[in-house]
């Protein structure tokens, strides 16, 4: 390890311990209600900001794949607030992007990738290269605009967009289905699975623990009635879905992409 870099490591080990603490005093003494966007900012926006300004070299490459997630975002969220996949409480801010999908889930999205990138990187990668537009990024980059084009003429025409089960089909098509690649081609990309392997066990904790304050204050919850199953855990219940795509395998998902799209692959 670099100078400094345990250190690094061991503080973002315990940072989602801490930031559970502070969001649960908050909460209880009703500092703040139900505030998803204070926890976004608690769990992932201040420990990304810390590796990067402590890994300055990596923060355009993380910035890049979790700009370009955020209009792919906005669909995921459009289509699962009508299909109740997943609910929101209401936004601190007044704009709400076609009048359904709120700020928050935008910085959540965004915080999300690029915290695990910059993660990633940090401890596990760390490829420094001045290279910083993959030709490979021109087709993720035509494909979610392609994607938006489809969905926006979909949205003014006023189209149904209640899609049952839309938590399990979203996963198996943007997760299982590269993840699934990536392990076919396990022979020649076994050391790049083995560093995602290792930083998904972070962001599992982080997300564990994070899942389980967010239901226990109401920053999100699941109202549907379409799910494969449910899992109780700590007083709170959530849909096996969400186990399986958000704590599982979100991380592992996000540096497929950004390892085929973005980095070598090495």
Same mark, same amino acid.
């Given at each position: ?42 769990? *992932?926006?201040? &420990?990304?900001? @810390? !590796?990067? #300004?402590?890994?300055?070299? %990596? ?7 979790? /700009? ?58 760390h490829h420094i290269t001045h290279k910083l537009w993959n030709p490979k990024l021109k087709y993720f980059l035509i494909g979610t605009l392609l994607l938006f084009s489809i969905f926006s003429f979909l949205v003014f025409n006023k189209i149904? *967009?209640?899609? &049952?089960?839309? @938590? !399990?089909? #979203?996963?198996?098509?943007? %997760? ?7 392990? /076919? ?82």
């Open positions: 390890m670099r100078k400094g870099e345990k250190a690094d490591l061991i503080l973002v080990l315990v940072w989602p311990i801490i930031a559970s603490i502070i969001s649960i005093i908050l909460e209880e003494l009703e500092v703040v209600n139900s505030n998803f966007f204070l926890s976004i900012v608690l769990f *992932l926006g201040l &420990p990304a900001i @810390y !590796l990067s #300004f402590r890994n300055r070299h %990596f923060v355009i490459k993380s910035l890049i794949p979790a /700009i370009f997630i955020c209009p792919v975002m906005i669909i995921i969220e459009y289509i699962g607030y009508y299909s109740l996949a997943w609910s929101f409480p209401s936004s601190i801010f007044s704009i709400e992007i076609f009048g359904v999908v709120i700020l928050e889930v935008i910085f959540w999205v965004f915080f999300n990738v690029y915290y695990v990138i910059i993660f990633y990187e940090s401890f596990l990668d149904n *967009l209640n899609i &049952p089960y839309f @938590y !399990l089909l #979203f996963g198996l098509i943007l %997760f299982a289905l590269p993840i699934g690649l990536q392990l /076919i081609n396990y022979s020649n990309t076994k050391k790049v699975i083995i560093k995602m392997l290792k930083a998904s066990a972070y962001f599992f904790y982080l997300s564990f623990i994070y899942e389980i304050i967010a239901l226990r204050y109401g920053w999100w919850s699941f109202p549907s009635s379409t799910y494969i199953g449910w899992l109780e855990i700590f007083g709170v219940r959530f849909p096996l879905e969400e186990l399986i795509w958000w704590i599982l395998l979100f991380a592992f998902a996000v540096m497929v992409y950004y390892e085929y799209f973005e980095d070598d692959e090495k």
